[in-house]
């Protein structure tokens, strides 16, 4: 039945439901193929309803007969011409009624899109404004800071400046030679 299925199934459009008196319809499955796909021997109808093994029995008996196989549009369930007028003017599905929409509807939502899609890029360009803003005090607040630390350390400089100034060198006299001093001891390592 899989490959009568997948042979013949394009040829529905789509499977009709009806739900509480309202008609809609719904992409064809193959576990649904008994609404949509019926095979007719002469003028007997087949029971689409039968296991796999029935089937099988069933091709071994209609061996070399004639079968006509029945594919229906929208499936069984639209099963009297009242049934097929009353589809038929039921109103669309909600994704084929958008496009029989006025062309100025349809106008207007891209407009709304559009709209909407400008006020989202002035939020972005107005919430980086402010963070441009943020960083510009946070830079200052850093400057603020690098000019205390440049006077504090021209400060250092100047007190730096005033010790070494203030040193007085001993005068040459007063500096004593430590070398002449100093004891000197027999290398006893080195000696053969």
Known sequence: MEVVWEKFSPSTKKQAV????IWSVEDPQFSEWAKLLQFKVKTRIVVSTKSAQAWNQWLVANKGATVTLMVYEYGMVIATAKDRDDFMKAPPPSYISNLLDPAESRFEEHLNGVALSSSVALDCVNASIGDCQQLRRY?????????????????????????IRNLVSPSPSTIIDPMPLIEDIEDTEHAE
């Open 18 to 21: 009806k739900t509480d008196g």
């Open 139 to 163: 830079l200052e607040s850093a400057g603020r800071y690098l000019d205390d630390q440049e006077q504090r350390l021209v400060a250092r400089e100047a007190i730096i400046e005033g010790i």
